[in-house]
């Protein structure tokens, strides 16, 4: 065994304890606040992050607010970790305390203990013990903070790597092991239908609000009715519940009537391992009827075109091709008031097709209900052939590690940064055998797997930058 094993295993209480404080920051992207772009707290965590990277020994580089990284060795060729210390929303329903990192039978709980808190720590460890071990680096290796990689355009790795330059191969910690061989193209957009005004009489639907993410998928929605008399919703949300199982509640709210459904949240790429309580609350409002029947044909909309389907063969974009499967499709976040509804949608499509396709897939049946869309986040997918040279490295040192040669690389509907610069790849840190709690309630990471983890990272900084 290499002797920077030795000294990793040494660190692994410390590495918890630096885990634990960084998940104590609420990193949640936020309005801009002064010069920060991304808010107080996740200038919080990329500070305490700086700071201890100092600690550590590292040089360190800063681009702004932006960005920065902890690098050592030196060489005209850099390797690139990038991870990443934003997190999405908590949500509700949570046992343990999100922020607090707790830790209960080897596990550390809290929101970015396994994405991407979890694994820039491993990383950075994995950094440190190959330093202080000697070994001969003939490349220089960054560990690259990004702090909005959990929304939006990615403003902020763009602008790091604008003004730090971009490495010329690496991978980030931020899926699954044992590699992640491919990644769907990735859109993000709103599906925007405009109500005309209904006189207040009847059943009336004053508002809609679920989902905190377009990339989560929605965990509660709510809606909020006036009527006369409630007792035939309140029956029709009864009979609801017992026909369909879904979980689904009413309460007063001043003299209108709130009606809660509850899903099951999951992360955006793989919400079949969730349940949409957007797709839930629809279902159910499509059985009442309003007197505004612009709204009416919103939620038929939703419900006809959408509904509970994963893959949007319903709408138009049910394209599928044999590297990546199915299209995925995610309905994150709705919301909806008196003039107008709103619903985000996040779409994973196949790495052999592309942004216009589904635009145009969709826009027939978009007409058909009088919806428009606005445009937003575009990331094309990403494919890296199994025999590349990286591809083959980090593969082999995997199944040594493991002793897993059964395991083949993944294709998956995330998105990371891989897709930030040539010749990267995700690499870990989930491995085949454990749970996905990502941009989930309760996430946690396995103690013992985030230290197999590093010992990985660790071999794959020796054998890219030393041999």
Same mark, same amino acid.
């Given at each position: 065994?290499?002797? !920077?094993?030795?000294?990793?295993?040494?660190?692994?209480?410390?590495? +918890?304890?630096?885990?634990?404080?960084?998940?104590?920051?609420?990193?949640?992207?936020?309005?801009?606040?002064?010069?920060?772009?991304?808010?107080?707290? +996740?200038?919080?965590?990329?500070?305490?992050?700086?700071?201890?990277?100092?600690?550590?020994?590292?040089?360190?580089?800063?681009?702004?607010?932006?960005?920065?990284?902890?690098?050592?060795?030196?060489?005209?060729?850099?390797?690139?970790?990038?991870?990443?210390?934003?997190?999405?929303?908590?949500?509700?329903?949570?046992?343990?305390?999100?922020?607090?990192?707790?830790?209960?039978?080897?596990?550390?709980?809290?929101?970015?203990?396994?994405?991407?808190?979890?694994?820039?720590?491993?990383?950075?460890?994995?950094?440190?013990?190959?330093?202080?071990?000697?070994?001969?680096?003939?490349?220089?290796?960054?560990?690259?903070?990004?702090?909005?990689?959990?929304?939006?355009?990615?403003?902020?790795?763009?602008?790091?790597?604008?003004?730090?330059?971009?490495?010329?191969?690496?991978?980030?910690?931020?899926?699954?092991?044992?590699?992640?061989?491919?990644?769907?193209?990735?859109?993000?957009?709103?599906?925007?239908?405009?109500?005309?005004?209904?006189?207040?009489?009847?059943?009336?639907?004053?508002?809609?609000?679920?989902?905190?993410?377009?990339?989560?998928?929605?965990?509660?929605?709510?809606?909020?009715?006036?009527?006369?008399?409630?007792?035939?919703?309140?029956?029709?949300?009864?009979?609801?519940?017992?026909?369909?199982?879904?979980?689904?509640?009413?309460?007063?709210?001043?003299?209108?009537?709130?009606?809660?459904?509850?899903?099951?949240?999951?992360?955006?790429?793989?919400?079949?391992?969730?349940?949409?309580?957007?797709?839930?609350?629809?279902?159910?409002?499509?059985?009442?009827?309003?007197?505004?029947?612009?709204? $009416?044909?919103?939620?038929?909309? !939703? $419900?006809?075109?959408?509904?509970?389907?994963?893959?949007?063969?319903?709408?138009? +974009?049910?394209?599928?091709?044999?590297?990546?499967?199915?299209?995925?499709?995610?309905?994150?976040?709705?919301?909806?008031?008196?003039?107008?509804?709103?619903?985000?949608? $996040?779409?994973?499509?196949?790495?052999?097709?592309?942004?216009?396709?589904?635009?145009?897939?969709?826009?027939?049946?978009?007409?058909?209900?009088?919806?428009?869309?606005? /445009?937003?986040?575009?990331?094309?997918?990403?494919?890296?052939?199994?025999?590349?040279?990286?591809?083959?490295?980090?593969?082999?040192?995997?199944?040594?590690?493991?002793?897993?040669?059964?395991?083949?690389?993944?294709?998956?509907?995330?998105?990371?940064?891989?897709?930030?610069?040539?010749?990267?790849?995700?690499?870990?840190? /989930?491995?085949?055998?454990?749970?996905?709690?990502?941009?989930?309630?309760?996430?946690?990471?396995?103690? *013992?797997?985030?230290?197999?983890? *590093?010992?990985?990272? *660790?071999?794959?900084?020796?054998?890219?930058?030393?041999?």
């Amino acid at each position: 065994m290499k002797e !920077y094993q030795e000294i990793l295993k040494g660190y692994k209480d410390e590495m +918890v304890n630096t885990l634990r404080e960084l998940v104590s920051i609420r990193s949640v992207v936020s309005e801009p606040e002064g010069d920060l772009p991304f808010g107080k707290n +996740v200038e919080e965590a990329f500070r305490y992050m700086m700071n201890k990277s100092s600690e550590l020994g590292f040089r360190t580089f800063e681009a702004g607010h932006f960005g920065g990284h902890a690098e050592m060795g030196d060489g005209e060729e850099c390797m690139g970790i990038l991870a990443h210390l934003d997190v999405v929303p908590e949500g509700d329903g949570w046992t343990y305390d999100p922020f607090a990192g707790t830790v209960e039978n080897g596990r550390m709980y809290g929101r970015g203990t396994n994405d991407d808190k979890g694994p820039a720590v491993a990383a950075l460890y994995a950094m440190k013990a190959v330093m202080e071990s000697g070994a001969p680096l003939k490349k220089r290796v960054r560990l690259i903070y990004g702090l909005d990689e959990e929304v939006g355009e990615w403003e902020g790795i763009d602008k790091y790597l604008e003004a730090a330059g971009t490495p010329d191969f690496g991978f980030t910690p931020d899926a699954d092991f044992p590699m992640v061989q491919a990644e769907m193209g990735i859109l993000v957009f709103d599906l925007v239908k405009k109500f005309k005004k209904t006189p207040k009489q009847g059943i009336m639907l004053k508002s809609i609000t679920g989902g905190q993410a377009y990339n989560m998928v929605a965990g509660r929605c709510s809606a909020v009715i006036t009527a006369d008399n409630y007792s035939a919703v309140k029956e029709k949300a009864d009979n609801f519940r017992k026909r369909t199982g879904y979980e689904i509640m009413y309460r007063p709210k001043g003299r209108s009537l709130e009606i809660i459904t509850e899903g099951i949240p999951a992360h955006g790429a793989k919400p079949d391992k969730g349940l949409n309580a957007i797709s839930v609350m629809m279902y159910f409002l499509g059985e009442i009827g309003f007197e505004n029947d612009d709204m $009416n044909d919103f939620i038929r909309f !939703y $419900n006809e075109k959408i509904g509970f389907n994963l893959h949007g063969k319903n709408i138009g +974009v049910g394209f599928s091709d044999e590297i990546s499967g199915d299209l995925i499709w995610n309905s994150g976040v709705i919301r909806l008031d008196e003039e107008m509804g709103s619903l985000t949608v $996040n779409v994973r499509y196949p790495v052999t097709g592309n942004m216009t396709e589904v635009y145009e897939g969709m826009a027939p049946h978009l007409d058909e209900y009088g919806c428009g869309v606005v /445009k937003g986040a575009h990331k094309e997918g990403i494919y890296i052939p199994a025999d590349d040279k990286l591809a083959v490295t980090l593969m082999d040192i995997y199944q040594k590690h493991t002793g897993d040669y059964e395991t083949k690389p993944i294709i998956t509907g995330g998105g990371t940064y891989a897709r930030a610069m040539k010749n990267a790849v995700a690499y870990g840190i /989930k491995f085949p055998d454990e749970e996905a709690t990502e941009h989930q309630k309760n996430e946690y990471i396995d103690i *013992a797997n985030m230290m197999k983890g *590093a010992a990985i990272y *660790a071999d794959a900084i020796y054998r890219l930058c030393c041999e």
